[in-house]
């Protein structure tokens, strides 16, 4: 059926275009069917007619037709004929199914017909497009009668071998005759091709075993294999194999298959966690024990603090005694090398959404859905008691002896930062990072870092201080049009060591006020780190100053080091060392520039007086490109004002070209055009825009600046499986028009927003034909929508919970879409996070 069997509601859709909703009746924990009950009073216009099982029909070269949607289109028929009823099983990508036959044809069919019925020419269903030829049908007498279907296990899987291959096993010629009388339409044995360790049939079935009979019953196919462990479960069975020129009896103690099927998933921020379940198990040879990550494909969580987590029980055990917003440490290891443990860390923080699990009941066919509180500790409680322990003496690192005393006060203000992404917000969907940070103000606890480690305003990062303690901190600002982040952390979470611990960016001051700035030629040192947060310190000098242009076109440096700061002879700072985001080049995967410090001291300054949002930076809303004078010629520059720039001591032979809009409509005329050469202000070069050239005549104006879009994302709102905010930086840079600060940046795969969004995320402006505006406007409009009860849901299903919506969106290039689909109130329910405007305003979670 190619349908999963996690949390979902599903439909049916007829050929009239009529649906309804389906219960989950029966999803096989091994095979690739399902079965699902409908309401039939539910359908008002339509008469389906029953199509009758006849696996019997499926024999090679019987002709059939499929009916199916292939390619996505609906209600195809491609003719075919089988070839072959008795083919093992293929091994596919994406699941992994034992012990049953498979059918071959060849046929047209495309994607898009799984599940589909392959129908003779009397109308009967011989088997389902990519399952199993007779399983389906064994299984649906079960559901008719409304009783849960019986699904033994051992725990191994069994291969179906022709006569000849049997033979060449070490099988006599006597007994592939006594199988062929026994079973005269066989055409050879069943063969043990795999045991999992510490499972029922370890120890007493071994791989290349030859399944003569089972409890007295011969056996030849999956069918009858089948048939005796799902009647059996519970109870033993007995055995008698080939193995090694002899007839082997054997006890074997079955498993009920529904007992090693995960009913259970654990859901927070952009992870999803449950039991390991069978098919996993066999398709990667492991044992049936530990948590798996699903997404990963190939990692399950093994210990977590040093306490193993041999099913989801135990982790969420784990969990609930862990350090809240304190890192935990998590032992993962590869299916594909169970030796092969890798160790990680994350921590459990109040910005990484609700924690939810799901329950599968076997009786209504649903997932129940709960919210969990998994943290139980404050958090920094640990981290301050630890930094009691320091010693309050300064130990000098080994690599600074020999250089300058003060740059021992510089490497006391050096932090590591390291982020992770809680949330797929800000065009941040996953992944990690980490980079050097530096410590502006350790009593208000502000802390500037490059925007490479920016992996979004909710993500989960933590500062390591002296390569001994970590405290978790918050994004506070980041810089409009610099690759800079500002951070804060609570200096009370280092207790009354903090003094001790670290020190204040020693700035020399007319850097930090601007009245100087680094200048090409001029002698510096860098101090920074390695991956260990061991001091690294090399010498050279500024070789160029450049525009920062702010996009994937970065100035590449060699590097040997990471961020740093950028000292004088007197171990003052002069400026910042950075990494620079976007570069993705194989050759220079780290590229490296200079910043000079007034870049964030008037930010840093408003931090420490106010604890308002330090939204203080005024830019002429416009990306500018470094053009040389021979260029700028050709925008029309006059003779005149090229012997001006010319005069100039130290001039550089460029102007300043206007070659973006920073965004679209958001400054009212007098403003920038694109095209402009910035010339001066007044009497000063290239510094402010007075005259500027427009169509290539001199004018000057006077022009409007304007504060650039709030960088930081103060709330986040998650409905129908959409992730919606105000927009980020890019967003509006790339947006034709912002029609809305309702945007949609992400959707859950399988939820209802994924027939919703649009490639490059939309602006929200109508819900159900009530016009749209800011997030507050589409919480009022949704908390007003009345969504239908479930009715029915242990035995038939007439309505799901959830209600029908009407969307229209804008998407950044101004198309607009019109989208109408049925929320999932059950399975996705809505919630709201959110942050104040201080700098100490911590994330709330609401839900609807």
Not at 205 to 214: A, K, Q
Not at 346 to 353: D, I, V, Y
Not at 371 to 378: A, F, L, S, T, Y
Not at 555 to 568: P, Q, R, W
Request: aromatic content about 8%.
């Amino acid at each position: 059926m190619s349908l999963e069997s996690g949390p979902g509601i599903h439909k049916a859709t007829f050929d009239t275009n009529e649906y309804v909703y389906l219960q989950p009746v029966h999803y096989d924990p091994i095979h690739d069917f399902a079965f699902f009950r409908y309401d039939p009073a539910a359908l008002k216009h339509t008469q389906p007619k029953a199509i009758r099982l006849f696996p019997d029909g499926a024999r090679p070269g019987v002709p059939f037709q499929l009916i199916g949607n292939a390619a996505g289109e609906k209600m195809t028929v491609c003719a075919g004929t089988l070839s072959q009823v008795n083919r093992n099983p293929p091994i596919l990508t994406d699941g992994y199914d034992v012990n049953t036959f498979y059918c071959q044809a060849s046929t047209t069919s495309t994607g898009g017909v799984s599940g589909s019925p392959l129908l003779d020419i009397g109308g009967n269903a011989i088997a389902l497009s990519a399952a199993v030829s007779r399983e389906w049908c064994i299984r649906s007498e079960y559901v008719r009668r409304g009783e849960r279907t019986p699904r033994g296990t051992i725990q191994t899987a069994f291969l179906f071998e022709s006569y000849q291959e049997a033979q060449r096993l070490g099988l006599p010629e006597q007994e592939i005759e006594e199988s062929r009388l026994a079973n005269p339409k066989s055409e050879g044995m069943i063969v043990v091709d795999k045991v999992l360790h510490k499972g029922p049939a370890d120890g007493a079935l071994e791989v290349g075993d030859i399944v003569i009979d089972m409890d007295g019953k011969p056996i030849c196919d999956f069918v009858g294999l089948e048939s005796v462990l799902d009647a059996s479960v519970g109870c033993t069975v007995e055995f008698v194999v080939w193995r090694k020129g002899k007839l082997v009896p054997v006890t074997v103690c079955v498993q009920d298959m529904y007992d090693a099927t995960p009913t259970r998933l654990l859901h927070f921020a952009l992870a999803t966690l449950h039991d390991m379940s069978l098919s996993l198990a066999l398709s990667h040879s492991s044992v049936l024990t530990g948590v798996f990550i699903a997404g990963s494909t190939t990692m399950f969580l093994a210990h977590l603090n040093g306490t193993p987590t041999p099913n989801l029980t135990a982790l969420l055990d784990a969990f609930r005694s862990a350090p809240g917003g304190q890192h935990v440490v998590m032992k993962v290891a590869n299916y594909q090398n169970t030796l092969d443990y890798v160790v990680a860390t994350t921590s459990l923080a109040e910005n990484m959404g609700p924690v939810r699990l799901f329950t599968w009941s076997m009786e209504s066919g649903f997932w129940s859905v709960e919210d969990v509180e998994m943290r139980c500790k404050e958090a920094g409680s640990n981290a301050s008691e630890a930094a009691l322990l320091l010693p309050t003496a300064d130990v000098i690192p080994r690599a600074l002896s020999s250089a300058h005393a003060n740059l021992h006060s510089v490497w006391r203000s050096i932090v590591r930062i390291t982020s992770a992404a809680c949330l797929p917000a800000d065009n941040c969907s996953g992944g990690a990072a980490s980079d050097t940070g530096f410590v502006l103000d350790r009593l208000a606890g502000i802390v500037v870092c490059s925007a490479s480690a920016f992996h979004g305003s909710a993500a989960n990062v933590l500062i390591t201080i002296r390569n001994t303690l970590q405290v978790s901190a918050t994004v506070v600002y980041v810089h409009p049009l610099y690759p800079l982040i500002l951070l804060k952390y609570d200096p009370s979470d280092l207790g009354p060591a903090a003094d001790a611990l670290v020190s204040d960016l020693p700035v020399d001051t007319k850097y930090w006020c601007g009245e100087s700035r680094l200048t090409v030629g001029q002698e510096i040192t860098v101090l920074g780190t390695n991956p260990f947060m061991q001091p690294q310190v090399f010498y050279s000098r500024i070789v160029d100053r450049y525009l920062y242009e702010g996009d994937k076109s970065c100035k590449e440096h060699d590097a040997t080091t990471s961020s740093g700061a950028i000292c004088n002879s007197d171990g003052h700072v002069l400026g910042l060392w950075i990494q620079l985001p976007l570069c993705y080049k194989d050759h220079h995967p780290k590229v490296f520039t200079g910043v000079d410090l007034v870049h964030i001291s008037k930010l840093a300054e408003r931090m420490r007086s106010s604890s308002e949002y330090p939204d203080i930076v005024r830019t002429l809303n416009a990306r500018l490109s470094r053009i040389s004078l021979a260029e700028a010629r050709g925008y029309g520059l006059s003779d005149k004002w090229v012997a001006r720039i010319l005069a100039v001591a130290d001039c550089e032979s460029s102007v300043f070209l206007v070659k973006q809009l920073d965004i679209p409509g958001a400054v009212e005329a007098p403003g920038v055009e694109v095209g402009d050469i910035i010339l001066s202000v007044g009497n000063n070069l290239v510094r402010r825009i007075d005259d500027v050239a427009i169509s290539g005549q001199e004018i000057a104006v006077a022009v409007s600046t304007t504060h650039p879009c709030e960088t930081n994302t103060r709330r986040y709102l998650y409905w129908a499986g959409l992730f919606i905010q105000e927009p980020y930086v890019s967003a509006y840079r790339s947006s034709a028009s912002i029609p809305s600060t309702a945007f949609t940046s992400f959707y859950k795969c399988g939820s209802p927003g994924e027939n919703v969004a649009v490639s490059s995320g939309g602006f929200i402006t109508e819900l159900n034909n009530e016009a749209v505006e800011t997030i507050d406007d589409l919480i009022r409009i949704i908390r007003t929508l009345t969504p239908l009860q479930p009715t029915g849901l242990g035995r038939r299903v007439t309505t799901v919970p959830g209600c029908d919506v009407k969307l229209k969106l804008v998407d950044i290039r101004g198309q607009v879409f019109v989208r109408k689909f049925r929320t999932d109130d059950h399975y996705m329910p809505g919630w709201h996070m959110k942050r104040g405007g201080g700098i100490d305003a911590k994330w709330v979670l609401e839900s609807f």
